[in-house]
T-cell receptor, first 114, second 111 residues
Framework: EAGVAQSPRYKIIEKRQSVAFWCNPISGHATLYWYQQILGQGPKLLIQ????????DSQLPKDRFSAERLKGVDSTLKIQPAKLEDSAVYLC????????????FGEGSRLTVL | GQQLNQSPQSMFIQEGEDVSMNCTSSSIFNTWLWYKQDPGEGPVLLIA?????ELTSNGRLTAQFGITRKDSFLNISASIPSDVGIYFC???????????FGTGTRLKVLA
């Protein structure tokens, strides 16, 4: 079974530029998450989708971050304009929602903002 | 945002030793997950716990769901060099699977 796929693995941009990250969850997984992991910290939830609807986006800085999951499968996270403090690893995870709630993560997309 | 407290923050141990770490929350959780993260990789799920008092093993790893439902423990027996990494706990209080992650325990194994 293929795991959670993310791209790009690495991205370096200047502040005020924009960037987009893509995630394809494990086939059949209804719930998709985007987490931000700053160096030395645990992952912090940005947004959670159930199929193509948003369950929780309370921690998403909506003035600059946006995310969509239009067809209930893959998802895109966008940052525009980027700030220095957005430098982090952006992790995508998915879960089946069979009642177990186990989250499976992709390898992450590392963003460096200069 | 809220994060769970993990202890210890880091530990150096000799190969072959047993390791214990814990995770505490101010809230009652109904699911605990334990992950290991290697440098440059995403977290990998080790063990999932669903009931207070539950004890679950995965090879040399054993995790327990605290009976107060506010803590969880992970033990690694007979550590080996590949156990090096950061161990994260995650918990959720609701059926929406909104997980909060711990601050991590960084494990280093000396051969």
């Amino acid at each position: 079974e293929a795991g959670v796929a993310q791209s790009p693995r690495y991205k370096i941009i200047e502040k005020r530029q924009s960037v987009a990250f893509w995630c394809n969850p494990i086939s059949g997984h209804a719930t998709l998450y985007w987490y931000q992991q700053i160096l030395g910290q645990g992952p912090k939830l940005l947004i959670q989708f159930q199929n193509n609807g948003v369950v929780d986006d309370s921690q998403l800085p909506k003035d600059r971050f946006s995310a969509e999951r239009l067809k209930g499968v893959d998802s895109t996270l966008k940052i525009q304009p980027a700030k220095l403090e957005d430098s982090a690893v952006y992790l995508c995870a998915s879960s089946l929602d069979s009642g177990t709630g186990e989250l499976f993560f992709g390898e992450g997309s590392r963003l460096t903002v200069l | 945002g809220q994060q769970l407290n993990q202890s210890p923050q880091s530990m150096f141990i000799q190969e072959g030793e047993d390791v214990s770490m814990n995770c505490t929350s101010s809230s009652i959780f109904n699911t605990w997950l334990w992950y290991k993260q290697d440098p440059g990789e995403g977290p990998v799920l080790l063990i999932a716990l669903y009931k207070a008092g539950e004890l679950t093993s995965n090879g040399r790893l054993t995790a327990q769901f605290g009976i107060t439902r506010k803590d969880s423990f992970l033990n690694i027996s007979a550590s080996i060099p590949s156990d090096v990494g950061i161990y994260f706990c995650a918990g959720t209080t609701s059926g929406t699977y909104k997980y909060i992650f711990g601050t991590g325990t960084r494990l280093k194994v000396l051969a």
